[in-house]
């Protein structure tokens, strides 16, 4: 377990945004219990609250929450994606390369991870953060 506090974006329903309509990928949180990833890439959190309110910022469109979070056994940081995600993938490229304001969007376009992530095999919500 980390002294770190750390943060985790999911959707208003508590489930993990980036496959939540991924059947295989799509992780389902509970406030208070420690949820294990399905794959080796792990769960993805953020270190700071600064950094995970950006990344809510950048997908403003989406209704999004940040909980602090309780994390176990880090693992290495992977980007995973399938062929319909890689194909919004490239659609969001070619749009956010025509906003004027576009180095606020560069994580989604020169990175695969957003700043500030971190992965752990084991992800325990513990408040909302307001």
Request: hydrophobic residues 35%; charged residues 30%; proline residues 3%.
């Amino acid at each position: 377990m980390s002294n770190q506090k750390h943060y985790k974006v999911v959707d208003k329903k508590l489930k993990s945004m980036n496959v939540e309509h991924h059947p295989i990928l799509s992780i389902q949180y509970k406030v208070g219990e420690f949820i294990r990833g399905k794959l080796e890439s792990g769960l993805f959190v953020f270190d700071s609250l600064e950094n995970a309110r950006h990344f809510v910022r950048t997908l403003s469109y989406w209704p999004l929450q940040i909980y602090e979070a309780e994390v176990k056994q880090s693992v290495r940081p992977i980007f995973v994606g399938d062929g319909f995600q890689t194909n919004i993938y490239k659609g969001l490229i070619t749009i956010l390369k025509r906003k004027k304001n576009k180095k606020r969007y560069l994580h989604l376009i020169d990175k695969d991870m957003p700043e500030g992530t971190k992965c752990f095999k084991q992800v325990k919500l513990i408040k909302r953060v307001k």
